[in-house]
């Protein structure tokens, strides 16, 4: 048994999908969530800008001592995974390879598309990854620039987001894909525009659900559950506007939201310069 929380992180409220489903998993764990809304996107930004942002955040909430790390964004993960294990002495897990082994197990005709951020697909770490379990696939990734900024923004249902989402769906459909990974932890807030644009053949993978459900092996595997007994607690930071991040978390979160407290981005890089 280990009491101590687990830090997770995001460029913003994309991750809270990650920690809606791990409050629903574990109750009994208590959460940070740190949102980078203040440098929010990442992904336009290059690997080596988002690998420092991600390494700030990794030591600052180690410093708050959490028993495991979850790298709740894509894009972070994809420029910056193997990179923060190398240097930090710490249990860490992200995205791309849960969801990767999901997709594998679930194609049929071995197509799989992937929406993702521009730096994600650029990374080419689910190419690597889903030809690392099936070196037969074909993998059509399909970078989605617009659509993450404006799911942060509140927006789920605009004509503008439906045009977007629309322009990034048919190429994936025209590829005759049988399976979607939404390789970005935003896009499950849009799930049933997403799935009513690729038709009801294409199953989706959520990568929020498939990083829960790591979290919960991890947990299991290495016996650091919390006493299952008990309710757990969680937390928010975020580098930007306390209130905009209050607003659109709660709507995304779909829990109550509460202890939102900001933390400066000058104290993140001080902390990653040390
Ligand atoms: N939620 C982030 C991801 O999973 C990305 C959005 C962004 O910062 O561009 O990739």
């Given at each position: 048994?280990?009491?101590r929380?687990?830090?997770?992180?995001?460029?913003?409220?994309?991750?809270?999908?990650?920690?809606?489903?791990?409050?629903?998993?574990?109750?009994?764990?208590?959460?940070?969530?740190?949102?980078?809304?203040?440098?929010?996107?990442?992904?336009?930004?290059?690997?080596?800008?988002?690998?420092?942002?991600?390494?700030?955040?990794?030591?600052?909430?180690?410093?708050l001592?959490?028993?495991?790390?979850?790298?709740?964004?894509?894009?972070?993960?994809?420029?910056?995974?193997?990179?923060?294990?190398?240097?930090?002495?710490?249990?860490?897990?992200?995205?791309?390879?849960?969801?990767?082994?999901?997709?594998?197990?679930?194609?049929?005709n071995?197509?799989?598309?992937?929406?993702?951020?521009?730096?994600?697909?650029?990374?080419?770490?689910?190419?690597?990854?889903?030809l690392?379990?099936?070196?037969?696939?074909?993998v059509?990734?399909?970078?989605?620039?617009?659509?993450?900024?404006?799911?942060?923004?509140?927006?789920?249902?605009?004509?503008?987001?439906v045009?977007?989402?629309?322009?990034?769906?048919?190429?994936?459909?025209?590829?005759?894909?049988?399976?979607?990974v939404?390789?970005?932890?935003?896009?499950?807030?849009?799930?049933?525009?997403?799935?009513?644009?690729?038709?009801?053949?294409?199953?989706?993978?959520?990568?929020?659900?498939?990083?829960?459900?790591?979290?919960?092996?991890?947990?299991?595997?290495?016996?650091?559950?919390?006493?299952?007994?008990?309710?757990?607690?969680?937390?928010?930071?975020?580098?930007?506007?306390?209130d905009?991040?209050?607003?659109?978390?709660?709507?995304?979160?779909?829990?109550?939201?509460?202890?939102?407290?900001?933390?400066?981005?000058?104290?993140?890089?001080?902390?990653?310069?040390?």
């Open positions: 048994m280990d009491p929380p687990i830090g997770m992180f995001d460029s913003g409220v994309g991750g809270l999908t990650v920690l809606h489903e791990c409050l629903v998993a574990q109750p009994q764990e208590d959460f940070i969530y740190l949102g980078d809304t203040g440098r929010f996107p990442y992904g336009p930004r290059s690997i080596e800008e988002i690998r420092s942002f991600a390494l700030q955040i990794a030591s600052h909430l180690l410093a001592d959490v028993k495991l790390l979850v790298v709740a964004c894509n894009s972070a993960t994809a420029a910056a995974l193997p990179w923060l294990q190398e240097r930090l002495d710490a249990a860490i897990i992200g995205a791309v390879h849960p969801e990767s082994e999901a997709a594998v197990q679930t194609t049929r071995r197509r799989v598309g992937v929406m993702a951020t521009e730096a994600t697909v650029a990374s080419g770490s689910y190419q690597r990854a889903l690392g379990l099936d070196a037969g696939l074909e059509h990734p399909q970078p989605c620039p617009s659509l993450a900024s404006m799911i942060q923004a509140g927006d789920v249902s605009s004509p503008e987001l045009e977007a989402a629309r322009s990034y769906t048919a190429p994936l459909k025209q590829a005759g894909v049988d399976t979607v939404l390789g970005c932890t935003h896009y499950p807030l849009v799930t049933p525009m997403l799935q009513r644009l690729l038709g009801k053949g294409i199953k989706l993978i959520n990568s929020a659900r498939e990083i829960a459900r790591e979290v919960g092996e991890v947990l299991e595997r290495k016996g650091i559950e919390n006493d299952p007994g008990r309710e757990g607690e969680y937390s928010f930071l975020c580098t930007g506007d306390v905009a991040f209050v607003e659109v978390g709660a709507r995304f979160l779909q829990m109550p939201f509460e202890r939102v407290r900001r933390v400066e981005i000058d104290e993140l890089e001080r902390i990653g310069t040390r």
